[in-house]
């Protein structure tokens, strides 16, 4: 009897690990199914990102070739705007000046004054120097209008 009881303790034991093995190999196999998945996903977003990056260079290239009024063709890149460069230019020293100023300011915890300070400065400095791009842009498009 004891026998008996022993040996069906011991293959309900391996039916467990059995089965706890095969759930282990389905999960996986899940994960590896789910890895290939996201492969795949990954593949036609990389895929999809190159044609539309061949679709803008073609039409750009076939816009640069296409220009009318005697205008030289350009190929390339195009000039940055003296908004954005305005822009860049004043989020930088607005950031510097601002956490310099912060950090100075602020006696209790200079570190926050400092990244408040280069926020506020950065927001200030891109907006003041995007204004005055913008100013620049209209006199220069005012200047071409003028001068054919």
Known sequence: MMIGT???ALTACNNTKTE?????????????????ELQVIKQRTIDSMNQVAAEQQH???????TQSNNEPTVK???????????AL???????VAGA?????????????????GGAVGGAVG??????????????????KTTNP
Do not use: F, R, W
Not at 20 to 36: P, T, V
Not at 59 to 65: K, P, W
Not at 108 to 116: D, H, S, T, Y
Not at 126 to 143: H, L, P, Q
């Open 6 to 8: 022993l040996c069906i």
């Open 20 to 36: 706890d093995i095969e759930l282990a190999k389905k999960a996986m196999m899940d994960s590896i199914n789910k890895a290939n």
């Open 59 to 65: 039409h750009s290239n076939v816009q640069a070739t």
């Open 76 to 86: 390339g890149k195009k000039k940055m705007s003296n908004k954005t460069k305005g």
């Open 89 to 95: 230019i004043g989020t930088g020293a607005g950031v």
């Open 100 to 116: 310099v100023i912060g950090g100075i300011i602020s006696k209790e915890n200079p570190v926050k004054g400092a990244v408040v």
């Open 126 to 143: 891109s907006g003041v120097g995007y204004g005055a791009g913008a100013a620049k842009d209209k006199k220069a498009a005012e200047t």
